[in-house]
């Protein structure tokens, strides 16, 4: 027999699954948190949520080897969808990352390195030779669109990144935040019922878990 849970965490074998369950559980202790691989159970749950860390090669292919692949595109036609750190990485058409990795295609962007960018500035600044990759540590988030998932969090509130991959915020239309290290990155994506953080909320204190308070209660509209 099938147990429903409210909020599926989906488990391929990358990502900080227990931190991200714990602090869904603190912020939403009357809802069943579940983690797991099970598509019928992920599909079954009101809201989802996509996680991931690591190398996207080796993500992807967890995903594939799963199933998992098509149960995410089945979730993203209808129910609210969050994406975090690589697992928003791995919602894009395509990145860069070793030696070009197709992923999912739910949004059309392309997920480039950090070097690679600063390599191509001529000439560099020096706040670019400053910069270290991975970029790791807490970084201000400007708003550039209203959405539910802002709520209650102001403009320029800092979050906790660890990444060195990312989606230049002027290559993709569904940019609703962003933030800058070297050039202007996404931050957070929104389109219809799927929405994406680069930034890991379950370690970014009060407004981290804000806004997995404001995904868990959000519909899935803007």
């Not at 989906?10 to 579940?34: C, Q, T």
């Not at 320029?156 to 239309?173: E, K, L, T, W």
């Not at 050039?183 to 407004?207: G, Y």
């Amino acid at each position: 027999m099938t147990t429903a849970v409210d909020i599926a965490v989906i488990d391929y074998g990358m990502g900080n699954l227990h931190s991200i369950a714990k602090a869904l559980r603190h912020i939403a202790p009357e809802r069943h948190v579940w983690v797991g691989d099970d598509p019928e159970l992920i599909k079954s749950a009101s809201h989802v949520v996509y996680p991931g860390v690591g190398a996207i090669g080796d993500c992807m292919a967890e995903v594939r080897a799963r199933g998992l692949d098509q149960v995410i595109h089945e979730v993203a036609q209808s129910k609210p969808l969050l994406g975090i750190c690589v697992g928003m990485q791995g919602m894009m058409t395509r990145s860069d990352e070793n030696d070009g990795v197709d992923c999912l295609g739910l949004l059309p962007s392309r997920v480039q390195f950090f070097t690679d960018h600063f390599s191509d500035a001529k000439p560099q600044t020096n706040a670019q030779l400053a910069l270290k990759v991975p970029h790791m540590g807490w970084n201000q988030v400007e708003q550039t669109q209203s959405h539910r998932l802002w709520r209650s969090i102001e403009s320029g509130a800092r979050f906790y990144f660890v990444h060195s991959y990312f989606v230049a915020a002027d290559d993709c239309a569904y940019t609703v935040g962003k933030t800058n290290y070297g050039i202007d990155i996404t931050a957070m994506l929104a389109r219809d019922n799927i929405c994406a953080v680069q930034f890991h909320p379950e370690k970014s204190h009060h407004d981290g878990l804000q806004l997995l308070k404001n995904f868990v209660n959000w519909d899935g509209a803007s």
